[in-house]
């Protein structure tokens, strides 16, 4: 070979071996090496504060007085519309849920009722059947256009007697609230705590390259955070990461729990409207696709009303099944609260109107309208749903309108929240069945869309398992 020839092969091994070194420092650079380095730190912080990855609010229920406007964060935009993973084979607006509502159900028999009295004769009445809470309500025609009773006209309602003042009411022991969160310690934990986990585990793991990242995405979209607030948080993880230089486990966990409580939107507004105003109840409407919990959660948001010194009364205004009317006639009765209720096939909006009636009367301090999810005609639900609404507020305003979804159904939730916001302005979501699926990021999805909070989470089917929602505690049950 000649001296050029060496020359240039010497010349493009340099070049290579720059290009080698160039390559490695860039990649470094990508890379993110986290260290245990406070370890120490964090296990002593754990030995503080309880690590068991639990749901613990740490207040109460927060109820407010409606009226007032509600100081909501704007809502995100979505720049990416959300993506829907399930279209098929889920149940839609007007359709059966998962399971068929008409299937045998076990109702609340879980709630165990105290030993009767020895001296008190048992009463096996079938709830359907006792006389007491029956009422004649409103017929469906007077309810359609003008007919219906304007608030001056004479209540169309046939008061019976109060049944807490003429029977004797067995009625459940109710806990008080801050002894009921305890309990729900650990429920959040069991369904989405692998999520958390498994979110640490690859940030907190060492070297965090393009595999992991992709990793963490796929984690995110798994626990159905959508794929726009997965977006944000990815782009926020990766800035913040290098911004704040996160070099130790303990440092990336307190950056993703900032940064998935900021996705929440901690400062909406979640009190519960249920404080009466000076002439009349509060109005809480309960509305959702059949088989979500709403009869559930009416009951369960009663006593804890009933708990909290309130007198209630529930208006069954699900006339499509009559055994929800007796499923909540049965919790009425078990947490002391009364139920206005009308016959099978009856005009929820005449049921409705009756009990909000009914309680301005009795000067009782709240009215929980437990809604049908599901009408005879599919078509029919939305407007039936406004209808409901208009009829109620020809006696008083409709103060908190709580949306019912069922978080073991995901994205399709969302479809039903979109449906069900069009028809009426929902102000506040539930979110139940968070004990049975490890997708609660539907949480994120729903807020972001709606711009509405979270204001309740169901745990289980017991009676005290609902909790208030708190962006904070959430995340920490999370995180583990
Ligand atoms: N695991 C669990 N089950 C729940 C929760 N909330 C309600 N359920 C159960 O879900 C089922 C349906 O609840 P319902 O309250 O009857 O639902 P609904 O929306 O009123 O149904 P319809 O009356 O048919 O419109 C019942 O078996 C409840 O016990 C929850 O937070 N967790």
Redesign the pocket.
Known sequence: MTTGAWIAVAVVVAVLIIALAVGLVLQRRRRISLSSADTTAAVDEGKKKDRSGGYTAGTGFNFSQGGSTPTLDPPKPSPVPVERTDTDDQPRVGDDAAIP?DAP??G?TNVGLPDPVAEQPVDDTPVAEKPVVEKTVTTPDEVEGDDFPSAEDPAPVDIAPDPIATATPVIDDIDPTAGRLDRLRGRLSRSQNAVGRSLLGLLGGGDLDEDSWEEVEDTLLVADLGSATTNEIMTTLREQMAVRNVRTEAQARALLREVLIDQLSPNMDRAIRALPHGDRPSVLLVV?V????????TGKLARVLVADGRRVVLAAA?TF?AA?AD?LQTWAERVGAEVVRGKEGADPAAVAFDAVTKGITDGVDVVLVDT???LHTKTGLMDELGKVKRVIEKKAPVDDVLL?LDATIGQNGLTQARVFAQMVDITGVVL?????TAKGGIVFQVQRELGVPVKLV????GAD?LAPFEPAAFVDALLG
């Open positions: 509502r159900r076990r609340i959702g059949n088989g979500t919990g709403k009869t559930t959660t699900d099944r929800a499923q049908a999810g599901r019912v139940t069945k968070l004990d049975g169901g745990l289980g089917e398992d």
